[in-house]
């Protein structure tokens, strides 16, 4: 089987090279996924644990508040679809099997156990992306997050 050597170039004007896949190989198809927008009442949910836990945990958010902002988002977004704030800084291959089972949801089992978030949304003081802010506010959250 020969391959085929490809160059892509983006718009941000990078080119990229890569070897295509023997023709004689089955292609997949991606669908689109439509995003859903959390309800106010979910995103406050989830802002109010995050502070309460912060300050709990004795953690930090991210001095840039667009990583916290989007996490909370995206906690809120899980909690509406699929019942629990499954973490949404992971690749899941069946989301609903793994809030099911609880070991992503927020707080984490790395979180509880060690503190160590992979989302950076709760940080420790040694942490260098850690702010001295344990508290965010919705219109922080609507600010950073208008344009996603």
């Not at 106010?40 to 004795?58: H, L, T, V, W």
């Not at 069946?94 to 709760?122: I, S, T």
Request: charged letters at 25%; hydrophobic letters at 35%.
């Amino acid at each position: 089987m020969r391959a085929l050597q490809a160059s892509t170039s983006y718009s941000a004007g990078l080119g990229i090279s890569s070897v295509a896949a023997p023709l004689s190989r089955p292609c997949r198809r991606l669908g689109a996924v439509a995003k859903v927008e959390p309800t106010e009442k979910s995103i406050e949910i989830m802002r109010k644990f995050s502070e309460q836990y912060a300050r709990k945990s004795d953690t930090y958010f991210c001095v840039d508040k667009g990583v916290t902002s989007v996490v909370i988002k995206g906690l809120a977004e899980h909690r509406d679809t699929l019942g629990a704030p499954l973490c949404p800084c992971r690749h899941y291959d069946d989301k609903a099997a793994e809030a099911q089972q609880g070991f992503w949801n927020c707080p984490c089992v790395p979180m509880r156990e060690r503190k160590e978030c992979h989302c950076m949304l709760f940080l420790t003081p040694d942490n260098d992306f850690a702010g001295q802010e344990q508290a965010i506010t919705v219109e922080e959250i609507r600010e950073t997050t208008a344009n996603m």
